[in-house]
C-alpha cells in the first residue's frame, strides 16, 4: 500500500507564490507516476499537473501553464508543484495521485488511473 502526505498548501495573496510537496510511504516503485488534482468548491476535480519519472514528461492543464512547475524525486518518491502568479480561480483543495507506473502522456489527465491519493491540502488565493 502507498500513503501519500501533502504539503505547502496556505494563504497567499494574489499573484503570489506557493509551493506544494507530496511524499510518499508504503511501496516503493523504479518508475511512477505523480499528479496534482484540485476541487475548488461547488466544482469537480480537475487535473492540474502530471510528471512520469521514467523520462521525466511533464503535463499541464491549460489554465496552469506556463504559472506552474511540477518536478519528481524519484529517490524520496515525492513530487513538488510550484505555484506562481496564483490568482483567485486557483483556489481549491489540491489532492496529490500516484500511480506505480508510467502513464502515456494522453492518460496523465486521467484521475481514475490513480490509485493513491493524500488527503488534500488547502491553498486560498485572497487579498
Known amino acids: 500500500q502507498v500513503q501519500l502526505l501533502e504539503s505547502g498548501g496556505g494563504l497567499v495573496q494574489p499573484g503570489g507564490s506557493l509551493s506544494l510537496s507530496c511524499t510518499a510511504s508504503?511501496?516503493?516503485?523504479?518508475?511512477?507516476?505523480m499528479a496534482w488534482f484540485r476541487q475548488a468548491p461547488g466544482k469537480e476535480r480537475e487535473f492540474v499537473s502530471a510528471?512520469?519519472?521514467?523520462?521525466?514528461?511533464?503535463k499541464y492543464a491549460d489554465s496552469v501553464k506556463g504559472r506552474f512547475t511540477i518536478s519528481a524525486d524519484i529517490a524520496k518518491f515525492s513530487s513538488h508543484l510550484r505555484m506562481n502568479s496564483l490568482n483567485a480561480d486557483d483556489t481549491a483543495v489540491y489532492y496529490c495521485?500516484?500511480?506505480?507506473?508510467?502513464?502515456?502522456?494522453?492518460?496523465?489527465?486521467?484521475?481514475?488511473?490513480?490509485?493513491?491519493w493524500g488527503q488534500g491540502t488547502q491553498v486560498t488565493v485572497s487579498s
Open positions: 510528471i512520469r519519472t521514467g523520462d521525466n514528461k511533464t
Open positions: 508504503g511501496r516503493t516503485f523504479s518508475d511512477y507516476t
Open positions: 495521485a500516484a500511480r506505480g507506473s508510467n502513464l502515456i502522456y494522453g492518460s496523465l489527465g486521467q484521475s481514475d488511473l490513480y490509485p493513491y
